[in-house]
């Protein structure tokens, strides 16, 4: 569904109708979790600086390669398990809690910002097409379509669809997160004897396969870009 189009003689401050509506409690919660993990990557710098340089590294990385590019990585880098999960986790929430308050006020046409408006009307045109095939199922759909790694499936557009069906705020973030969650461990699982195995094949493969999903991803979303644009 392509959102609405405010109606000229109402103008408001995004920023001002954010801090001002229920919403806001999630986004700042969001906003607070970026804080934390900076103070953290901060203070641990002193500790082992290749160890959070590489934490570092995946946080960045997550945005670009998605769940299975994001644990492949962190096998890469070398990091634990439980490293992996905590900081796969991290961006996830931090996406949901900060994207979710302003999918809520676009869709519900309180504003909408400029720079993301395009982003947030393909993300419902999707959220409305899967929305009448997992609606029969109800949460529970919802939480199979962000546990199943499929294209498109991740917990942005899950919240999105929770949006289209009406969920409550909480119920909404608890299924899309707990799902991703879930999904993010069994990644770990899936992906560790895949390591495994591309190492045997010597020590930079898997530096050259996470290479080749990094260029991959970037091609798409120029690509993209470039197709928009005509």
């Given amino acids: 569904m392509e959102l609405k189009e405010k109606s000229s003689n109402i103008k408001r ?3 001002s109708v954010l ?6 409690y999630i ?3 969001g ?3 970026i804080l934390i993990f900076v103070f953290w990557i901060v203070l641990g710098w002193s500790w082992s600086i290749p160890k959070y340089q590489k934490f570092v590294s995946l946080f960045g990385a997550r945005f670009v390669t998605g769940r299975p590019g994001g644990v492949y990585f962190g096998h890469v880098l070398g990091l634990e398990y439980f490293e992996i999960l905590i900081i796969n986790m991290v961006v996830d929430t931090v ?5 979710y308050p302003i999918f809520v006020l676009s869709y519900n046409l309180v504003f909408q910002i400029r720079i993301l408006k395009n982003k947030i009307n393909r993300t419902f045109r999707v959220a ?6 997992i609606k029969k199922y109800g949460k529970v759909g919802l939480f199979l379509f962000v546990l199943f790694p499929l294209w498109g ?10 949006i289209v069906m009406g969920l409550k705020r909480w119920a909404n973030m608890a299924i899309v997160l707990g799902a991703t969650y879930l999904a993010i461990i069994c990644w770990i699982f899936i992906l560790t004897d895949f390591y495994e195995w591309t190492l045997s094949f010597g020590p930079s493969v898997p530096v050259i396969i996470i290479t080749i999903l990094l260029i991959i991803c970037m091609a798409f979303y120029i690509l993209e870009r470039i197709r928009r644009k005509d």
Avoid at 95 to 99: E, G, H, P, R
Avoid at 153 to 162: F, K, L, M, R
């Fill in 19 to 24: 801090i001002n509506s229920p919403e806001r």
């Fill in 153 to 162: 499936t991740g917990p942005v557009v899950g919240c999105a669809i929770g």
């Fill in 95 to 99: 996406a949901v809690f900060i994207l």
């Fill in 128 to 133: 409305e097409k899967t929305h009448s095939m």
């Fill in 13 to 15: 401050n995004a920023w």
């Fill in 27 to 29: 986004f700042f919660a």
């Fill in 31 to 33: 906003l607070g979790l």
